[in-house]
């Protein structure tokens, strides 16, 4: 009986183990591929008929993370929106942008805007804190 006890906890005891040390989100070995943060899709193109486009920001590992704005420059007439508070910390960060085209504007058919993305990660061994940068390009046709 005392060894089916001591079996049982052995083996519970090694599950255990394993899930901690399976971490995901853990730092990664020298090894491993780094973690990155990036868009899917990085370019959204805007129109008058779809004016509307949306992007999701994540990181590689599938982390839970709180995500900051470098900056956003471009045509004023496009608009960034996040679905959720930037220091939500989520595995994916929803970005909705929109093209105004119905403002006056200066220039060509076609103009740009973008927004950068960063996220300070702590999920490599040999280096954290390492800062991860991604970019969402909007196109937008007048």
């Known amino acids: 009986m005392l060894k ?3 079996t049982v906890v052995l083996t ?4 255990v183990a394993i899930g901690v ?10 090894d491993s591929p780094a973690t990155t943060l990036g868009a899917a899709p990085p370019n959204l193109t805007l129109t008058k008929t779809d004016s509307t486009g949306g992007s999701a920001i994540g990181l590689s590992c599938g982390c839970t993370f709180a ?4 900056g956003q420059r471009g045509d004023a007439n496009v608009h960034f929106v996040f679905n959720e508070p930037l220091d939500t910390v989520i595995t994916t960060h929803n970005l909705s942008a929109t093209f105004f085209h119905s403002l006056p504007h200066a220039g060509p058919d ?3 805007a973008w927004i950068g993305l960063y996220y300070r990660s702590d999920s490599t061994a040999n280096n954290p804190g390492t800062p991860l940068y991604d970019t ?3 196109t937008a046709i007048y």
């Not at 040390?21 to 020298?30: F, G, L, Q, V, Y």
């Not at 995500?67 to 470098?70: F, K, R």
């Open 4 to 6: 089916k006890i001591l």
């Open 12 to 15: 519970t005891s090694l599950f």
């Open 21 to 30: 040390t399976s971490n995901s989100c853990a730092p990664t070995a020298p």
């Open 67 to 70: 995500l900051t704005i470098t």
């Open 110 to 112: 076609t103009t740009l």
């Open 136 to 138: 969402v390009r909007v």
